[in-house]
């Protein structure tokens, strides 16, 4: 009975570790701080920093529904109220949206750049991968059209975790949300990229380490992984959505893009590069993202 009793005792030991160790590691996933950013935009050729500095830029602190503040900055030196919002990928900050603000400053677009929860200056304890970004966008959104009075177009650009929450907001805003989007290598299911990270990082099989990082993680963090899906929703997205993910990704499959793209009714393009394995293609595609974002 002795022995029945400390094996059981072991084996609820190793799955409370488990599930602790393992949601750690999704809710509180390391952030790059600011000089790893600048070193590897800059690495990539995207020298923007000085002059985000020297720009003229109003910064804005906006109420998250969960408590804490959503900051980020409003460029805004064109005579127009269209906007492009951008959302950056997980581990980055607003530091990392430079490169795309250029290129929308460029296109004649205003741009509205801030830092999701528990990223940059912005509050919240723990990352969830767009279950409650979402809800964080909508806040900006709201905000923004309110500044502009309900004029203009707005447009939301997502990279990464960015773009998923671009997705899962478009999907819970079909009607009054923006009115396009483009998401830079989002996951189709946040359940499959976690699995397919098992794999890749640790080779390790998904059962049962994921069913138990799962139970922990909506204990902790209030939210399953199979809660977080644009692949759930893409197909009651209305708004026209530019998709573009790297033939080459060996973070996030090129097949999660096919496959929001294949179920994504109405209005859409798909855009797959040749080269690179990691997000940040706009600036490389050039022209072809323009024509693109006029037709829609």
């Known amino acids: 009975m002795k022995k029945i009793l400390l094996a059981i005792g072991a084996l609820v ?79 980055m900050n607003v530091l990392n949206s430079l490169k795309y603000m250029h290129l929308f400053l460029d296109l004649g677009w205003n741009v509205l750049i801030y830092d999701h929860r528990r990223h940059g200056q912005s509050g919240g304890k723990t990352t969830s991968y767009g279950f409650y970004e979402k809800d964080d966008l909508n806040k900006v959104v709201s905000w923004l059209k309110n500044k502009t009075n309900h004029r203009g177009l707005i447009g939301i650009h997502g990279e990464s975790m960015g773009a998923v929450t671009a997705l899962l907001y478009a999907g819970a805003h079909c009607s009054d949300g923006a009115d396009f989007y483009i ?38 963090g209030g939210y399953r992984a199979r809660e977080v899906s644009p692949l759930a929703v893409i197909d009651k997205i209305e708004k026209p959505v530019l998709f573009i993910h790297s033939k080459d990704d060996d973070y996030i499959p090129v097949s999660s893009t096919e496959r929001l793209y294949e179920k994504k009714r109405g209005p859409k393009a798909l855009y797959i590069t040749e080269n690179g394995n990691t997000p940040c293609h706009i600036p490389k595609i050039g022209i072809r993202t323009e024509k693109q974002c006029r037709s829609f």
Request: hydrophobic letters at 40%; one cysteine or more; charged letters at 25%.
């Open 13 to 91: 030991t190793a799955v409370i570790a488990i599930g602790i160790v393992f949601s750690n590691m999704i809710l509180f996933i390391k952030r790059k701080t600011d000089e790893d950013i600048i070193k590897r935009e800059t690495d990539n050729g995207h020298d923007v920093f000085e002059s985000f500095e020297q720009m003229e830029k109003t910064a804005f602190v906006i109420p998250s529904a969960y408590g804490y503040n959503i900051k980020g900055y409003h460029v805004a030196p064109h005579d127009t109220p269209n906007t492009i919002i951008i959302c950056h990928g997980v581990t």
């Open 183 to 220: 998401a830079d290598c989002p996951f189709a299911c946040f359940d499959e990229q976690l699995a397919y990270r098992l794999r890749a990082e640790y080779r390790l099989p998904s059962w049962p380490l994921l069913p138990i990082a799962d139970f922990f993680l909506k204990l902790r």
